[in-house]
């Protein structure tokens, strides 16, 4: 499988503020795919990132809240707008593979919004 | 309703045991389905995948669907504690769909 990286791995923020996040991968991938588990939840899809067109949202996210780029085939970025204590959680981005098109996760970015 | 349910444990097993993991799901249409390992502070890990009915081992692990009960489990055979861990159910409805299970977390005592 792909080995993927973010940075950061770790942040702690201000309210207001903005963060971007960067995933890369190393070998080329169409599609990449951005998560959030907040504590104690489960993983929730917050948008799919094709190179070349804008990211598709899932219900409940929003661009502007959530703007991602994917400028290549290897990398992406999503980026958590005027920030609140709500949106901390950890941020996975992730890549599909295999034979049943499984999905295999970076690190993760954990997130403290004060 | 919610898409995959899980019980979310903790589910206790002395070491050497069998561990028995459940999910279902609500989508008939569903594909795929997976189980992940998901330790304290680290990534989800995928442990198993399977499509048919029916049972697939690998190693200590076997993942059995039922498709007509809309169900999957995943067994552990011979628990280590280095099997405590959360461990997430997931299902691929297509298009790129994966939905996650809130996860079950297994204690195994030495």
């Known amino acids: 499988s792909a080995v993927i990286s973010q940075k950061p791995s770790r942040d702690i923020c201000q309210r207001g503020t903005s963060l971007t996040i960067q995933c890369q991968v190393d070998?080329?991938?169409?599609?990449m795919f951005w998560y959030r588990q907040q504590p104690g939840q489960s993983l929730t899809l917050i948008a799919t990132?094709?190179?070349?067109?804008?990211?598709?949202?899932e219900s409940g996210f929003v661009i502007d809240k959530f703007p991602i780029s994917r400028p290549n085939l290897t990398f992406s970025t999503l980026t958590v707008s005027n920030m609140s204590p709500e949106d901390s959680s950890i941020y996975l981005c992730?890549?599909?593979?295999?034979?049943?098109?499984?999905?295999?996760f970076g690190p993760g970015t954990r997130l403290t919004v004060l | 309703q919610k898409e995959v349910e899980q019980n979310s444990g903790p589910l206790s097993v002395p070491e050497g045991a069998i561990a028995s993991l459940n999910c279902t799901y609500s989508?008939?249409?569903?594909?795929?389905f997976f189980w992940y390992r998901q330790y304290s502070g680290k990534s989800p890990e995928l442990i198993m995948s399977i499509y048919s009915n029916g049972d697939k081992e690998d190693g200590r692990f076997t993942a059995q669907l039922n498709k007509a009960s809309q169900y999957v489990s995943l067994l552990i055979r011979d628990s280590q504690p280095s099997d405590s861990a959360t461990y997430l159910c997931?299902?691929?409805?297509?298009?790129?769909?994966?939905?996650f299970g809130s996860g079950t977390k297994l204690n195994v005592k030495p």
């Open positions: 989508d008939r249409g569903s594909q795929s």
């Open positions: 992730s890549v599909e593979g295999g034979s049943y098109n499984e999905q295999f």
């Open positions: 070998s080329q991938v169409t599609m």
């Open positions: 997931a299902v691929n409805k297509g298009f790129n769909k994966f939905y």
């Open positions: 990132a094709n190179q070349g067109s804008e990211a598709t949202y």
